[in-house]
């Protein structure tokens, strides 16, 4: 993986500094293409989504709006994550830091949470001690630069507890997904994400002891979330349960797991 190795060691100097505020001559209309992609990802339409993505990232770049550009490749790392593209998305990453080091974003809040996106993508495909010294700078941007209760804290935690497991920090990680669903709680709508950190939390306690009873406690929490019902159906509770389905099926949940199955056949078919 030569393309992604001039970020480790994380040299947080290189991406600091005063950030470039020219604008752009000419610009891609980002806010229509992510509406768009939302259209496709809750069709289920995953393949045209990824395709618009990198349509409009060459678009971009062949304008020289470096800000869409960079907008596109972060949405980029979230899609090859979703299908586990692991070349293009470890390229997506490089790309995309290239362009923060180029333009001193890395103490902006809009270039740490591009940050975060690529430390989540880079614990994803297997570069977890990698991403935690990338995901420790995001911590010390968001903490200068947002209130306590803001929700991006809630998806730097999960993900960065994630790459705690990977590396073997048990305790570290309890630590972060116990953060984690602190800030997701002060969200509206938290039923998806603390699932998701409760199927994550279960997997932790599972490495550490598969007897430990939490594990119990945890997938029945995150069963009850996930059928909250006040819940809303539509796309993004799909990919939710798409991403708890293998921690049911993991732990046995065989009934919750067929059910869920359903349930997500049916949000795409729009039955």
């Known amino acids: 993986m030569d393309h992604i190795d001039p970020i480790c060691p994380f040299d947080t100097s290189q991406y600091t500094g005063t950030p470039d ?84 974003l890395g103490s902006t809040v809009s270039g740490a949470t591009v940050m975060l996106n690529a430390a989540t993508t880079m614990k994803c495909f297997g570069r977890a001690a990698d991403s935690l010294p990338v995901f420790r700078h995001v911590a010390r941007v968001f903490a200068d630069n947002l209130a306590p209760e803001d929700y991006r804290f809630a998806g730097l935690y999960n993900n960065m507890a994630l790459s705690y497991a990977d590396v073997g920090d048990f305790a570290n990680a309890e630590r972060h997904f116990r953060l984690a669903m602190q800030s997701i709680a002060r969200c509206p709508d938290p039923e998806n994400e603390l699932a998701v950190t409760l199927c994550n939390l279960a997997e932790l306690y599972d490495r550490q002891d598969p007897e430990d009873a939490r594990i119990f406690d945890c997938m029945e929490q995150a069963w009850e979330k996930l059928n909250a019902p006040t819940l809303p159906r539509n796309g993004y509770h799909a990919f939710t349960v798409s991403k708890c389905l293998p921690t049911f099926d993991y732990f046995g949940y065989f009934l919750y797991a067929q059910e869920l199955r359903e349930r997500v056949r049916s949000i795409y078919e729009g039955t």
């Not at 618009?52 to 090859?80: F, I, N, Q, V």
């Open 21 to 104: 505020a020219e604008p752009c001559e000419r610009t891609i209309p980002v806010r229509e293409r992510i509406a768009r992609l939302d259209a496709l990802y809750n069709a289920g339409r995953e393949a045209e989504a990824g395709q618009l993505l990198e349509r409009s990232r060459a678009e971009a770049h062949a304008l020289g709006d470096w800000r869409g550009e960079l907008s596109m490749l972060s949405e980029l790392m979230g899609h090859y994550r979703r299908s586990m593209e692991q070349e293009k998305g470890l390229q997506a990453v490089a790309d995309g830091l290239a362009i923060i080091r180029e333009h001193h």
